[in-house]
């Protein structure tokens, strides 16, 4: 028997051959990427083995205009099946057909028929998930356990909406992964950072593991002690960023601080390199013939210590 049989509680009886043309597509259906590549590759299959698995469907007798009735089918789970076979040629597909279903039930076949297939991508997913949460008023724990699923599975999926949507189309369009999308949540509530790393995970391809390091690192800013930080060191730090091309985190104590500059390859710190290096700057063992009664160069009295109000001003600060 078939797959769907898994998730809902009745035994089919009888499969039957229907065209395909009578078939509708399911409106509550929540899938909405479906390959081309995939469709193609399973299309091929059905030419050489046929549709192994059936389709399912409801039935609706309406009246034609010349009289009589006419069965018409509304497809409840098998859409990737359905558009296959027909761009494999086929004029019909073996369907089981369920009686007495309402609505929410259709809707709820279709998106636990969905939410079990494991291509399906992240953000459909978490949408089919907030559908059924919410047309049927039911907890985080019931939907999870509809599909199979822990309850932190479902709340985390859940989370993704909450990304900006260009974002959430990323993870659509497979230019970043579902493991991506979830170190890039730590940032919600600091959305320029949220949208620097998310361009730097696209320019530069950035792993999961080191976008997960970059979020936190981000996001334990928030529990340090930056009293000391003015706005223009601030503004420095956002002018340093824009200027290398990479995240520039400025830490301050009550000693000093330091200069924190990203780099994720060799490539990106030999620019680096080229960047803050004066072009003036000339290797002195390339030169031959010091003359030995050169005197030795003065070294410059040290100046007073600024004030501890100047201490980290930025009037002087140049790259």
């Known amino acids: 028997m078939n797959d769907d049989a898994g998730y809902v509680p009745t035994k089919y ?4 051959w229907i065209d395909v043309e009578k078939i509708q ?13 995939g469709l193609t590759s399973l299309a091929e299959s059905i030419r050489q083995y046929g549709v192994l698995q059936p389709l399912v469907v409801t039935r609706t007798d309406v009246e034609k205009p010349e009289g009589g009735l006419e069965s018409l089918y509304e497809l ?29 039930t259709k809707l709820e076949l279709a998106i636990i028929e969905n939410l079990q297939r ?5 953000i459909d997913r978490a949408k089919a998930l907030k559908k059924l949460i919410e047309d ?27 990304l900006p949507e260009h974002i959430q189309g990323a993870v659509m369009g497979k230019e970043i992964t579902e493991g991506h999308a979830r170190a890039l949540l730590a940032l919600n509530d600091r959305p320029e950072e ?27 800013d928030r529990v340090r002690k930056y009293h000391r930080k ?16 990479t995240r520039v985190i400025i830490e301050t104590n009550a000693e000093g601080g330091r200069l924190l500059i990203d780099f994720f390859s060799p490539d990106d710190l030999a620019a680096l390199a080229a960047s803050l290096i004066p072009s003036s700057a000339v290797h002195e ?16 009295a040290a100046p007073d210590e600024p004030p501890d109000d100047e201490l980290y001003s930025v009037s002087g600060f140049t790259v």
Do not use: C
Not at 118 to 122: G, S, T, V
């Open 118 to 122: 494991e291509d399906l991508n992240a």
């Open 285 to 300: 063992s390339t030169n031959e013939g010091v003359s030995e009664s050169e005197p030795d160069p003065i070294i410059p």
């Open 194 to 220: 949220l949208e620097t790393l998310f361009k730097e995970i696209i320019l530069k391809r950035l792993p999961v593991r080191a976008v997960e390091n970059i979020a936190r690192s981000i996001a334990q």
């Open 76 to 104: 409840i789970a098998g859409e990737r099946r359905l558009r296959a076979s027909k761009l494999a040629g086929l004029k019909q597909v073996p369907v089981v057909i369920r009686h007495g279903d309402n609505n929410l």
């Open 13 to 16: 009886d009888s499969v039957f």
């Open 136 to 162: 049927f008023g039911i907890s985080h724990a019931e939907t999870a356990a509809k599909i199979g699923k822990s309850r932190e599975y479902v709340s985390n999926s859940l989370r993704l909406l909450s």
């Open 25 to 37: 597509p399911n409106p509550y259906q929540p899938r909405r990427d479906f390959s081309e590549e």
């Open 230 to 245: 003015t706005p223009e060191m601030v503004e420095l730090e956002k002018s340093l960023t824009e200027t290398l091309g």
